[in-house]
């Protein structure tokens, strides 16, 4: 259970009123990066069931121009994530950002229920990438710097549940109001949400950031080397730990996979099931269903080991692709494949997470913000690349083509999670070495 107590920086505050508490409260914080993530999350989702629609029948587009709208998000999430961490390390400051994210967020899906050209939609979706690069930077380096790092598989995965929320509501909501309210109604009600989170931001106190103040664990400094245990962590230094590295492949392979798909589902239910937006909505649904056990994932992430965790959820998703890419007789009957392919996901990225959290703490703090904008960095690359590669194996080869390609990539690439030095100290002490 997230502690409801105050944060060891408030033993030198005097104890205020109920509502002071709360304000400073890890439940508070917790609730209000769970309540982040979900507003971010509905708001991507809700345009799956629509944007492709609104670009293929009504701009007469084709699935290239669908990938590469898609992929607009990512590279305003790539181009802000390291700024907002950066700038949120350097003055210790987590709301400011955060608030300036959900204010971006409430102007970019405005913009998207008034554009009606296809440049208006790229800089509406570049913009609503912008914005996620502080709800997601800033909001899971706000836990780390609250929670115990060995609690943050535990609470990491059951503040994302939040995030699995938004997008199980989301493309259903969008297909929904879509459908029945016109093309700017879902539009209309995200930003509503966006509005609701900013004032939740303003509520919360900042807080503490003596968490920082750790000197580096010996296991990742060098004993010989006196300058390098107080060398500044960066993010260029971050990418020279293995674990690091490995962490920011993965990541970067299974968004790949996971995001190409949401332009291309759409697509392929319209085209084989003649299935209309609402339905679309609902078939994503069952994709995200199986996200909710992210919070157990989490926890036997931390109790199993998370490289193995992750591995077997590429693995998954590597077998779940093909599967997805079946004709079946009617659109529900995609809906079990569907399950596994979402299942998939959480199994892969949630151990990530406090991973790259555990290192920063061993190292010594002070770069949460930069290490989880490598995350979204990685995640945001993976979201650029696997739109826009999807849309052209679509246009030129098919739905089939695309899934298989998926499988064999993430076949291919699943031993990046294997620990590969603690396989060879094993094999070389084997030898009596």
């Keep these: 259970m997230l502690s409801t107590g105050p944060t060891s920086a408030d033993t030198t505050v005097p104890v205020g009123s109920w509502w002071s508490r709360a304000r400073r409260s890890h439940l508070g914080v917790a609730a209000v990066v769970a309540l982040t993530l979900f507003t971010d999350m509905l708001t991507y989702g809700a345009v799956l069931p629509v944007l492709p629609t609104l670009i293929i029948k009504k701009l007469k587009g084709d699935s290239s121009m669908v990938g590469f709208l898609f992929g607009c998000y990512a590279f305003g999430l790539l181009v802000a994530t390291p700024v907002f961490a950066i700038l949120s390390d350097k003055y210790q400051n987590r709301r400011l950002p955060m608030m300036a994210g959900c204010l971006g967020l409430m102007a970019s899906t405005l913009s998207f229920a008034a554009a009606e050209t296809y440049p208006l939609l790229v800089v509406a979706r570049v913009a609503q990438g912008v914005a996620g690069g502080a709800s997601w930077t800033i909001g899971l380096g706000l836990l780390a710097d609250v929670f115990p790092t060995k609690r943050l598989g535990v609470v990491m995965g059951t503040v994302l549940t939040a995030h699995t929320v938004g ?35 303003v509520w919360i106190a900042e807080p503490p950031h003596d968490k920082h103040t750790k000197k580096p664990t010996q296991k990742y400094t060098q004993p010989d080397d006196d300058d390098a245990k107080q060398a500044p962590i960066t993010i260029w230094s971050l990418c020279k730990n293995w674990r690091i590295l490995c962490c920011v492949l993965c990541t970067t392979v299974s968004s790949s996979v996971f995001s190409g798909i949401e332009p291309a589902l759409p697509i392929h239910l319209e085209k084989t099931y003649d ?64 399950m596994v392919f979402g299942f998939s996901s959480p199994l892969t ?85």
């Design 167 to 201: 997008f199980a509501i989301g493309p259903a909501m969008g297909g929904f109001l879509y459908e029945y309210g016109g093309y700017s109604a879902p539009f209309l009600c995200c930003a509503a949400f966006a509005l609701l989170n900013f004032f939740a931001i």
């Design 275 to 338: 299935a209309s937006a609402s339905t679309v909505g609902l078939v994503f649904v069952a994709m995200v269903v199986p996200a909710f056990l992210a919070p157990l994932i989490g926890h036997l992430s931390d109790r199993i080991g998370r490289y193995v965790i992750s591995a077997t959820g590429m693995l998954v998703m590597a077998v779940a692709s093909p599967l997805v890419a079946v004709h079946y007789p009617t659109v529900y009957m995609i809906i079990p494949a569907l």
């Design 349 to 433: 990225l949630t151990p990530i997470l406090p991973e790259m959290g555990e290192v920063v703490d061993e190292l010594g703090g002070s770069a949460y913000a930069q290490v989880y904008a490598l995350y979204n960095m990685a995640y945001s690359a993976g979201m650029f690349f696997g739109p826009n590669c999807a849309g052209l194996i679509m246009t030129y080869a098919g739905f089939e083509a695309l899934m298989i390609t998926f499988g064999v990539v993430l076949v291919v690439c699943s031993p990046i999670m294997m620990d590969w030095k603690a396989v060879w100290r094993r094999l070389v002490g084997g030898r009596g070495c």
